[in-house]
């Protein structure tokens, strides 16, 4: 068996230490060779973790001088990839020099944040790709749930898709741990946590629906509700396939309301989907049969970690992270967004 794969993390937050960290130490495939954040105190904290496990790292970080910088990592032959989770509004820029450097890069979700910068950032990834063979993967950990893939398959069986319906809606509380990080208390990207969070859900029913029943067109309105949760709250949509179903989509993390529901409807059934349980209800009336699947509970990270380390092996990057999904991702809940703040004008998509 070959050696494990050398990679790097780069970024200290939340989710890398409680969702990344885990799953590079659970990959046999991969072999953590050192870590990087924006401060000295959170790149040993994700240190810490990785030690603590037996996995001895080398800090880097942006208050460690020249000889443990950002660049200075990139230089290391021993590092393969690297896993990035950072702010959006920064993530890109750190790609692109992962990219050059001929480091292959799993970076979280969103892409970016819009579609302008997520264009630019793809069109250089392959231009360069050429000269160095380094790939960009997305990691959205939803399309590796269970649940999803199993309900996608369900709802195939049933014939043509009749309507969907989307529905997440919480309160996002100043006490909560995601909320209480600068970039997102004050945000300079689209949407607040309408896009940080929103791009789940887009991927979760662009998932369920599949590619004869893409997203064609929406119509949205959005609004703030909560007054901490800038520059909107709440998005409540009108989407249409091109096959001309029509469904509805209804985001707010700013309501007291509480709802999480993905129902797809087709001819002959209807599915209600979520990560670990998905429910199939054959036919109509008294003749209707219902199915309950039960998945193990799993936020998807040790799965992706996974697959893109088995990709990077194998040379073919995984369909499940390209950086075009995340592009029509990022396009659906951008299009909603822009038709809100054009009192609803419909918006017709491309990318998906």
């Not at 050696?3 to 885990?22: D, N, R, S, T």
């Not at 870590?35 to 800090?59: I, M, N």
């Not at 599949?210 to 929406?218: K, Q, S, Y």
């Amino acid at each position: 068996m070959a050696a494990p794969l050398g990679i790097a993390l780069v970024g200290g937050g939340i989710f890398m230490k409680e969702q990344h960290v885990p799953a590079a130490l659970a990959c046999p495939l991969v072999s953590v060779k050192a870590v990087w954040s924006r401060s000295l105190k959170s790149a040993e904290g994700t240190a810490k973790l990785l030690v603590d496990a037996g996995t001895p790292v080398d800090v880097y970080s942006g208050e460690s001088g020249l000889e443990k910088s950002y660049d200075s990592l990139l230089k290391r032959e021993d590092i393969t990839g690297l896993i990035l989770a950072l702010p959006i509004m920064d993530q890109p820029s750190y790609i692109e020099k992962a990219l050059a450097a001929g480091k292959h890069v799993l970076a979280e979700k969103p892409i970016a944040k819009d579609l302008d910068t997520a264009i630019k950032l793809i069109g250089y990834s392959k231009e360069v790709s050429i000269e160095t063979q380094a790939t960009l993967a997305i990691a959205e950990n939803f399309r590796f749930m269970k649940g999803w893939a199993y309900a996608a398959e369900e709802i195939k069986k049933l014939g043509r898709v009749t309507g969907f319906v989307v529905r997440h809606n919480s309160m996002m509380q100043t006490d909560n741990k995601y909320y209480n990080t600068p970039w997102r208390t004050k945000p300079e990207h689209q949407g607040g946590f309408l896009l940080d969070g929103g791009v789940h859900y887009t991927a979760g029913i662009r998932k369920l629906l599949g590619e004869d029943d893409a997203i064609a067109n929406v119509i949205a309105l959005t609004s703030l509700i909560t007054s901490h949760l800038p520059p909107k709250d709440t998005i409540n949509a009108i989407l249409q396939t091109k096959s001309g179903a029509v469904g509805s989509y209804i985001h707010s993390t700013g309501t007291t309301m509480q709802a999480y529901d993905f129902h797809v409807a087709c001819e002959h059934g209807y599915v209600k989907a979520s990560p670990d349980k998905v429910v199939t209800v054959r036919g109509l009336g008294a003749d209707a049969k219902t199915e309950e699947k039960i998945f193990e509970k799993s936020s998807g990270v040790k799965e992706e970690v996974q697959a893109w380390a088995e990709a990077l092996i194998s040379g073919k990057p995984h369909p499940e992270q390209t950086p075009e999904l995340a592009l029509g991702d990022l396009e659906l809940l951008e299009k909603m967004l822009t038709s809100g703040d054009e009192d609803g004008t419909r918006q017709k998509l491309e990318y998906q």
